[in-house]
């Protein structure tokens, strides 16, 4: 947790904060909200950190969604074109991985000098997992060494809240886009049973008028929907209520 110097953080201050932090990310409305707190609160939650992102995992692709700054943006990509980062193996093995030096680091050679280039130094990526692995954290320093252990450990509470955070959120959004799709389906079921009983009447109707079949009676039907190109239902609704077919103008 970021303090004010000289003064130290007590555990029940961080266990207060952590609260708040949970809180803030299961409260947020969508995925998008929910990876937006999350960078947000990463930055003012990990002392060192300058630039926060997160590589998500999207249709089996990894992208970064949400950045706080474009440099973070443009180390994640250097990341995903090289093929190697810490985020990446944060990924693939489901842990944390700390990069104390981009400039030296001897586990991600065509990564690493590429992003100190670009001016970050330093490099935490934490795995994102709620029932299954979501993506990964990436908290982004200018200078080298510059998350400590306490850094590390915090970074490690927070991920684990964020993760959990982060599935309930997919979770909520895939179910309510459930929700919408089954409503939808339920309310053209029941125009087209609506539509089948309207049909069905005014099929009754010509069938004792004209003396004729069922199938004789649905092509009249037919016919006058297509000769006033009109829905065979609002052509239906004029036979129920006026007893006779529709018949075009002129």
């Not at 929910?34 to 630039?51: A, E, P, Q, W």
């Not at 993760?163 to 997919?170: R, T, Y």
């Not at 009676?217 to 037919?222: E, S, V």
Request: glycine residues 8%.
């Amino acid at each position: 947790m970021k303090t004010e110097p000289g003064h130290e953080e007590q555990p029940n201050d961080l266990a207060a904060s952590f609260a708040e932090i949970a809180r803030e990310l299961y409260s947020a409305p969508t995925v998008k909200e929910t990876l937006h707190r999350i960078v947000d609160y990463s930055v003012k939650t990990i002392d060192g950190c300058s630039g926060a992102g997160i590589s998500f995992i999207q249709k089996g692709e990894i992208v970064t969604p949400v950045w706080t700054e474009p440099m973070v943006l443009e180390v994640d990509e250097m990341q995903y074109t090289t093929g190697q980062g810490p985020c990446l193996d944060a990924i693939a093995h489901g842990q944390s991985f700390y990069a104390e030096d981009l400039s030296t680091d001897p586990r991600w050679p065509h990564f690493g000098p590429k992003a100190a280039k670009a001016g970050m130094r330093s490099l935490l990526s934490f795995c994102l997992a709620g029932e299954k692995t979501l993506g990964a954290l990436n908290l982004y320093a200018r200078i080298p060494r510059a998350f400590d252990a306490t850094d590390r450990a915090t970074g490690v509470i927070f991920a684990t809240h964020a993760g959990v955070a982060l599935g309930a959120a997919e979770d909520l959004e895939d179910a309510t886009q459930a929700l919408a799709v089954e409503t939808k389906r339920l309310e053209n079921l029941h125009e087209a049973l609506g539509s089948r009983q309207v049909i069905g009447r005014a099929e009754g109707i010509l069938m004792q008028r004209e003396l004729i079949t069922s199938d004789q009676a649905f092509d009249l039907l037919r016919k006058a929907s297509q000769q006033l190109n009109t829905k065979l239902r609002e052509v239906a609704q004029f036979v129920v209520d006026t007893g006779d077919v529709p018949r075009p103008s002129g």
